[in-house]
C-alpha cells in the first residue's frame, strides 16, 4: 500500500469520474468500490502505479487550481490525446493547465521542458519560458526550437 494516496472530493460523481480517467489512461484500472458499483460512495483507481481515492463527499467542497495533478508526457502524441481527452467538456488554461469537465486541474507537460528550463545557457532558458507562456497546449518542437 502506497504511504500518501490523493483523495479527491466529487459532488456525486466519483463514480463517473473514476471511469473517465481510466478510460483515458492506458495503464489505469478501478482497484475497489466503496459500496455497490452504480452507486458506490467512493472509488479508488489506479493511474500508472498511482492510487488515488475519488469519493463522493457533496457540494460542500470545489476544486481549485491551487491542487492539480501533474502528467509527464514524453511525446506530442500524447500530449495531443491526452489534452484532447481530458479538456473535453473542460476549460483549456495557458502554460499546459487544463480543468477536466470535473473541474480537477491537470497539467500535460513534456519532461524535456524542465531539461530546457535549466540549460546553463540562460538566453536560451529564458526564450524557453517565453514560448511557454505564450502557449496553451505545450508544444515539443516549439520548445526546442525557442
Request: proline share 4%; with cysteine.
Amino acid at each position: 500500500m502506497q504511504k500518501i494516496t490523493p483523495f479527491i472530493w466529487y459532488d456525486g460523481k466519483a463514480e463517473e469520474a473514476a471511469k473517465h480517467y481510466t478510460s483515458i489512461f492506458k495503464n489505469s484500472k478501478i482497484v475497489s468500490y466503496m459500496g455497490q458499483p452504480g452507486q458506490a460512495m467512493g472509488v479508488t483507481i489506479e493511474i500508472e502505479g498511482q492510487q488515488f481515492i475519488l469519493f463522493n463527499g457533496g457540494p460542500m467542497f470545489h476544486f481549485t487550481p491551487a491542487i492539480s495533478l501533474f502528467v509527464n508526457a514524453n511525446t506530442q502524441e500524447e500530449i495531443d490525446e491526452l489534452w484532447e481527452k481530458l479538456s473535453e467538456g473542460g476549460e483549456t488554461e495557458r502554460c499546459g493547465w487544463l480543468k477536466d469537465k470535473y473541474g480537477l486541474s491537470w497539467q500535460i507537460v513534456p519532461p524535456v521542458l524542465s531539461q530546457l528550463l535549466q540549460d546553463k545557457d540562460r538566453d536560451k532558458a529564458n526564450r524557453v519560458m517565453q514560448a511557454m507562456l505564450g502557449m496553451t497546449k505545450l508544444d515539443i518542437k516549439g520548445l526546442q526550437e525557442a
